[in-house]
C-alpha cells in the first residue's frame, strides 16, 4: 500500500500540487474584482456557460485542448456579450438575458455530450478533474494566471477609482468602457483556466469564495487582490493535503476548505463577525 510520501514523489502529485497553488491564486486575485463589483451570480452564470461551447467545439473539431479552451471562450463570450445586446435591444435587463441564454445553453451542451457518448468527460467538466491535468494544461493554468495578476496589478489604481466612483474615473480620463471589456476578459481566462481544476459547476466558489472571505476582515479594498490570492492558494494546497487521507475528490475539497475559511471569519471576524455584533 502507497503511503501519501510516495504519492507526492509521483509527478501527478507535483502537477496537482502546483495547479493548486497558480489557479488558487489567479482565482482568489481576481475574485476581488467579483466582490468589488458584486457580480458573483453573472460569474456562476458564464461558469455554466462554459459547458455548450466545449461540446459544440468537440462536435465540430473533436476532443482536444485547443479545440475545448476554444470552445469554452466562444461561449462565455457568446453568452455574457449576447446578454448585454439583449438587454439593450428589448424590453429585458441583462441579468433575465443572460439566464435564459446559459440555461437554454447548458442544456444543449449536455445533450450534445451525451450524444457524443463522453459522460466521464462530461463529469469532468462539470465538476472537475484537477488530478488528470498535464503538463500543457499546467502552462496554460501559469500564462493565464500570471496575465491576470500583471493585468489587474497593472490597472489596479484607475480599476479602483472606476469600481468605486465610476463618473469620477471618467472625468479623470480613465478609459472606463476599455476597462471594463478588458477587466471581463481577463475574468473569463481566469474562469477557463480553472475548467478542469474544478469545474464548471464548482468554479465560481473558486472565483468568489477567497475575497467574500477577506471582504470581512478588512475595509483595505487593496487587500481584497492579494489577500485573496493568499487564501485562494492556501485553501487549494491544504485541500491537496486533506484529501488524500480523507479520500475525498480534490475539486471538492478546495472548495469545501474555502467554504469552511469564509464561515470561520464571518463568525470570528474581530470588527464584522457575528460575535462581534452581538
Not at 495547479?19 to 467579483?34: R, T, Y
Not at 478588512?218 to 485553501?235: E, H, K
Request: aromatic share 12%; glycine share 10%; hydrophobic share 60%.
Amino acid at each position: 500500500m502507497s503511503t501519501f510520501a510516495d504519492f507526492l514523489a509521483e509527478p501527478i502529485a507535483k502537477r496537482t500540487l502546483m495547479a493548486c497553488l497558480m489557479i488558487g491564486f489567479a482565482n482568489g486575485f481576481v475574485s476581488a474584482f467579483v466582490v468589488l463589483r458584486k457580480d458573483a451570480l453573472k460569474i456562476g452564470t458564464l461558469s455554466h456557460s462554459l459547458l455548450p461551447g466545449i461540446a459544440l467545439a468537440v462536435l465540430i473539431a473533436g476532443l482536444t485542448q485547443w479545440s475545448a479552451l476554444g470552445g469554452a471562450i466562444f461561449a462565455a463570450l457568446l453568452v455574457g456579450l449576447g446578454s448585454i445586446f439583449l438587454s439593450r435591444t428589448s424590453r429585458l435587463d441583462q441579468d433575465t438575458a443572460m439566464g435564459v441564454l446559459y440555461t437554454t445553453a447548458f442544456a444543449g451542451g449536455v445533450l450534445i455530450l451525451k450524444n457524443l457518448d463522453m459522460r466521464q468527460k462530461l463529469d469532468e467538466w462539470l465538476f472537475g478533474s484537477i488530478v488528470g491535468m498535464a503538463d500543457s494544461d499546467l502552462w496554460i493554468a501559469f500564462g493565464i494566471s500570471a496575465i491576470a495578476v500583471i493585468t489587474l496589478t497593472a490597472l489596479q489604481r484607475p480599476l479602483l477609482i472606476y469600481l468605486f466612483e465610476p463618473n469620477i474615473a471618467a472625468s479623470l480620463g480613465v478609459p472606463v468602457r476599455l476597462l471594463n471589456y478588458a477587466t471581463f476578459a481577463v475574468t473569463i481566462l481566469v474562469l477557463i483556466s480553472s475548467l478542469q481544476a474544478v469545474g464548471c459547476i464548482l468554479s465560481v466558489g473558486l472565483m468568489v469564495a477567497p475575497a467574500a472571505t477577506v471582504y470581512l476582515l478588512t475595509n483595505n479594498a487593496r487587500a481584497l487582490f492579494w489577500g485573496g490570492g493568499v487564501i485562494g492558494a492556501v485553501g487549494s494546497v491544504a485541500a491537496f493535503f486533506l484529501s488524500y487521507p480523507l479520500g475525498w475528490s480534490v475539486s471538492a475539497t478546495i472548495i469545501v476548505v474555502l467554504g469552511v475559511f469564509f464561515v470561520a471569519a464571518y463568525v470570528f471576524s474581530p470588527k464584522y463577525g457575528l460575535f462581534s455584533r452581538r
